[in-house]
């Protein structure tokens, strides 16, 4: 057998190739990347969330300029994958600086994570708590509840998370393991727009400590995972609102036992940092509609337009003059690849072959999730504004 | 502005590094992409239709062994983009032998393809055909007539195609700006299941062409698309009754003007040849239902799982035994990466971590689908049978 290798992982080894400047007028589709805009949402997070430590979410944009940064400005991260682990560590972050957020996690990608000096980890079953006690003994694990993910644009009930019943088991077993059962963890959905979500879970969390307590643990660390919103087209509440209402919820739950803290934000930091600009290769009438066709579509970046769900304020080179609706499709062959029709976007009726359209708020969940090149179209590249 | 590549387009620099051997127990995933199968699946659907050129769907998957090999075998290639343009011709295709089937392009694109000698181009509107004139003078085109996609898996018909009326408005368009108004291209569905799905297209077909030859026309060449299915779960018609059907159907709507004819087939040709082996990373009970964690997901391949479209037949290292039903989800940490939920799939009652799970019929539309490395998970590797 021969082997093919498609692409390299890119991380940890993405570059930040310092010496390429692209053109002035780059070539489409790209993200143009801000760094700036990205420290400047992590500053103003952290300090709605006074006394919570801000673990960015290292999957959103894994970019190693963007971790340096990030890194610099205080924050510690969220990682998932032995790759995320490099790449925070690469960027200047300490081991006791991640949480590795990944329930479910094969046992080797523990033991790497552990060499490196890693040291808390989530878990949400007794079989993956033996599996951390194996393989990372002595840690600290938090107990990921499920959440209903109402409320919020990317829900993801689906697949983790537990009862508190069985929360109070995981940690106990925990305990008997050698483990620091160290509390609890959860995630209300991303692009959350309630900040009123986080109540219910802060509650079962509470409920959860008390009960494990009542069994001899001394949990003392809450994970109050991300959602943490970007303004997208709907809008959302700002930063301070979440801070406010999630600190008001610690005080009601917890008083005066109110454990640490910890948040996982990851598009509410990255994507107002990023600007995807494509360009318009084809306007077209399907009978009485018109079908604007961009460059970059579901296969070079924009997923999350799957079934719509997350909608982008979009820019033109045409805007000022009358719009009108349109479904926007991508440029491959597959009919999988259209970002908006069923709610269809208003844009200017003279937009032609050749303009530009930018995305807002597309630095999160868009180049690393573009595939390796599907129908020829190369990956999302990324400018990065240092 | 510093620039970020995540990785380079795998078409056309994808490699077959023939003097690297994978260890006799490669690391998982990765798929094994065998050659022979995918020339045999070539021969068999093109002995299935007599007298129609075969052009293989490069998007299916672009690896340039297979390429190779398949070009070596007699196929054609269907393309839709540059990279594909240059993959076939870099297999040893003659520009002659392709047919760029994107019915809505890069105006660049469409120069570059003709720089190369592509002559044959897939439209849908007077836009298209407009472009098509103007950066490709005297090509011919196909108007490609959309369907209901019905009986398909993975149906087509939400984003090409137009009806009898347009496209006869198209054709003689395209022959009043010189092009060779060279007939009508349709696409029923990928994986379509049922040989009948082909009827209503032809007989739509046919009127095009008589309401075109009205018209001045001289159309002379049908494209039958694709859609020939893989026997995944749920099985298939085999080849040789969707050519007897298509054959019958060419008598009877076209009789002694029978047009020539081309498919573009891509699952129909390497599904089949590739299995994507993986490793059972965890198996965990959440209430009363069994989870099965692999190590490959919807973001490393498997795209086609979402809405649990195309279902994988299984094989694993425990099989002979009891088995029962689970949800099988990915790696990653994104609750969207599950496989099989709402329908749950049986497998080993004693199946565990560390066992290899195998997803037969895995050729199409995985490597290609990947993405660059969300989550710090690589993308698919293939390992190539020559």
Chains 1, 2 share one sequence.
Request: aromatic content about 6%; overall charge negative; some cysteine.
């Amino acid at each position: 057998m021969s082997t093919t290798v498609p692409v390299r992982p890119p991380v940890p080894e993405l570059r930040t190739a310092g010496s390429v400047l692209p053109a002035a007028r780059p070539q489409t589709p790209f993200l143009r990347l801000d760094l700036d805009v990205a420290v400047a949402r992590y500053r103003r997070l952290a300090a709605a969330l006074p006394g919570t430590a801000v673990h960015y979410a290292v999957k959103a944009n894994p970019d190693p300029g963007l971790l340096a940064r990030l890194h610099a400005a205080g924050s510690r991260f969220d990682v998932a994958s032995p790759a995320e682990v490099l790449a925070a560590l690469a960027a200047g972050a300490a081991p006791g600086d991640l949480v590795y957020s990944n329930p479910v996690k094969r046992r080797t990608d523990i033991e790497l994570a552990h060499l490196h000096g890693v040291r808390l980890f989530v878990v949400d079953t007794l079989e993956e708590t033996d599996k951390v006690a194996a393989a990372a003994p002595g840690s600290a694990v938090l107990c990921r509840l499920v959440t209903p993910g109402e409320g919020s644009d990317w829900p993801l009930s689906r697949k983790y998370g537990c009862s508190t019943a069985q929360a109070v088991d995981v940690l106990t077993h925990a305990l008997t393991l050698g483990l620091d059962a160290a509390g609890v963890s959860f995630h209300v959905g991303s692009q959350q727009r309630d900040p009123g979500a986080w109540a219910a879970p802060i509650a079962a969390s509470a409920r959860v400590f008390d009960q494990v307590r009542a069994r001899g643990g001394r949990p003392h660390l809450l994970d109050l995972g991300g959602g943490f919103p970007a303004r997208l087209v709907g809008g959302c509440p700002p930063p301070e609102e979440y801070g406010a209402t999630i600190g008001r919820l610690l005080d009601q739950h917890f008083g005066a036992r109110r454990p640490d803290t910890l948040v996982e934000p990851g598009r509410g930091v990255v994507a107002e940092a990023g600007v995807l600009t494509t360009e318009v290769i084809g306007v077209v009438r399907r009978g009485e509609v018109r079908w604007v066709f961009l460059d970059a579509g579901v296969f070079t970046g924009l997923v999350e337009t799957l079934e719509e769900a997350i909608r982008y304020p979009l820019e033109t080179d045409r805007d000022g003059g009358p719009t009108g609706p349109c479904v926007v499709a991508g440029p491959t062959c597959d009919s999988a690849d259209v970002l908006y029709q069923d709610t269809m976007v208003d844009l200017p009726l003279d937009l032609a072959e050749g303009d530009r359209v930018r995305l807002l708020g597309a630095g999160a969940y868009t180049s690393c999730y573009s595939t390796v090149g599907f129908n020829g179209f190369p990956p999302l590249v990324t400018h990065v504004v240092p």
